[in-house]
């Protein structure tokens, strides 16, 4: 399936509503990146609704990349007591938006 | 030509506001939003935005339903001694509100009841011995320390009501072999009660249910890594099911033992993946609209909650989000907004 992308705040209640969830799957990503389907008028409308700022893929991407790096930086820099299991949290990977 | 009214013997009404008490197959039009709207079925389960919590955070316990909600410690970052919280917040099927807090922070602790009457239980302490069989009742504006389980740990499934509730699996670390947990224990009101073990032991696992009638799925242990497995709690012994079809840590879940929703957790990175039990089996649904590990849940199969939890690259020092996410099951009525091309 081929995907558009877009960047828009997620404020909460009525950003996605069960109306725009039966019509198309938004997915989230870092960086308030989210992804939809090409080519639906619905989508489309959702992203004017949330006023979304269009970005293409590889922007879409590199805003990830940035958002991942930076959690990963923060993840390299605690103390190594924090990184272990149950204390801390796995260091971030990496995301290939599709 | 034939008209709705020819139809159906009714009007399409012409309001400024939409109608409170509509039916599914009620059609009207929405002067204010200049829109025409109808009340259909729902074919599938969808996942729409919530209010957003106060303090983001990720393996807390939960209690309540959709619209009555309570989240309840967590992991919130921020440092060594610092990073699990006692923070306690109220959802109203709108906002989320802070009350009074838990008497020990902690985190990956067991959660269930209401919105007024809540159990937490066990979990991840800041401080030796680290792990906690720590149980206290909130009454709706405070919480009261009752009688500890007798096997202290953390990431266990939990289901039930305050004065009905099982704990089952979870961690038992420290120390670092051994740590699955196969542990079941019934609480009564008053005291826990060590009953029949999981099949399966395993932490970081998903439940759902009632005292007599269960469902724990999903987790962890060394080998073989995330757990796929499903067992169904009658309230004396657990019977293995059939398998969730995507292994995971930290699942989170809510419903009933015969329809249940499994929804996020964590395979080698956070995953959106939603499943949806049947009694049966375990089939793909709609998916999580971020992926997500350690979310709060709350609800049923028709009407449920999932808040808070693990995000990918989320910032330091929580890691995890402030959203929350409202589940309305298939066959339920929803309004949704005609679109004419």
New interface residues.
């Given amino acids: 399936m081929a995907y558009k992308y877009c960047v828009a705040e997620c404020w909460g209640k009525g950003f996605i509503t069960h109306d725009d969830s039966s019509k198309f799957q938004v997915s989230g990503f870092p960086g308030n990146v989210w992804q939809i389907p090409a080519d639906n008028q619905d989508a489309n409308l959702w992203v004017n609704k949330v006023a979304g700022i269009w970005k293409t893929k590889a922007e879409a991407q590199a805003i990830v990349d940035v958002e991942v790096t930076a959690a990963q930086a923060a993840w390299d820099a605690l103390p190594d007591a924090q990184k272990q299991a149950p204390i801390g949290r796995q260091r971030p990977t990496a995301i290939v938006l599709e | 030509m034939t008209t709705y009214y020819g139809l159906y013997g009714q009007k399409v009404q012409y309001l400024a506001s939409d109608p409170t008490d509509v039916q599914i197959g009620q059609v009207w039009y929405n002067s204010t939003s200049a829109t025409l709207k109808v009340r259909a079925a729902?074919?599938?389960g969808?996942?729409?935005?919530?209010?957003?919590l106060n303090t983001a955070r990720y393996g807390f316990g939960t209690a309540g339903t959709q619209t009555a909600a309570l989240g309840f410690g967590g992991y919130i970052g921020g440092?060594?001694g610092v990073?699990t919280t006692t923070a306690t917040e109220a959802y109203d099927g709108?906002t989320w509100t802070t009350v009074s807090s838990m008497p020990l922070a902690r985190r990956?602790l067991g959660g269930c009841g209401t919105q007024t009457a809540a159990l937490g239980f066990g979990g991840?302490v800041m401080s030796a011995p680290y792990k906690t069989g720590q149980t206290t009742a909130w009454s709706g504006s405070s919480w009261t320390v009752v009688n500890s389980m007798n096997t202290a740990r953390?990431?266990l499934a939990s289901f039930g009501t305050q004065t009905a509730a099982i704990g089952a699996g979870g961690?038992n670390?420290p120390p670092a072999t051994g740590r699955p947990s196969n542990v079941t224990e019934s609480y009564n009101g008053t005291s826990w009660t060590t009953v029949n073990s999981l099949n399966t032991a395993r932490?970081g696992l998903g439940g759902a249910g009632i005292q007599t009638a269960g469902l724990a799925f999903g987790g962890y242990i060394e080998t073989p890594v995330y757990q796929a497995a499903s067992e169904s709690w009658n309230g004396t012994s657990w019977t293995t099911t059939p398998s969730l079809n995507t292994g995971r840590n930290r699942v989170s879940g809510f419903g009933t033992q015969t329809i249940a929703i499994a929804l996020g957790g964590?395979n080698?990175?956070a995953t959106?993946s939603t499943e949806l039990w049947n009694g049966t089996s375990w089939t793909a649904t709609?998916?999580y609209?971020?992926a997500v590990d350690g979310a709060g849940t709350a609800g049923t199969n028709t009407a449920g909650l999932a808040f808070g939890g693990?995000?990918?690259?989320?910032?330091?020092p929580s890691?995890s989000t402030v959203?929350?996410?409202?589940w309305?099951g298939a066959g339920v009525g929803?309004?949704?907004?005609v679109?004419v091309?």
């Avoid at chain 2, 959203?323 to 409202?326: L, R, T």
């Fill in positions: 729902t074919t599938s969808t996942w729409a935005s919530g209010g957003n440092g060594a990073n709108t990956y991840y953390t990431s961690d670390y932490r964590y080698g990175a959106n709609t998916n609209p971020t693990g995000t990918p690259a989320s910032p330091a890691y959203a929350s996410q409202e309305t929803q309004t949704k907004t679109t091309t």
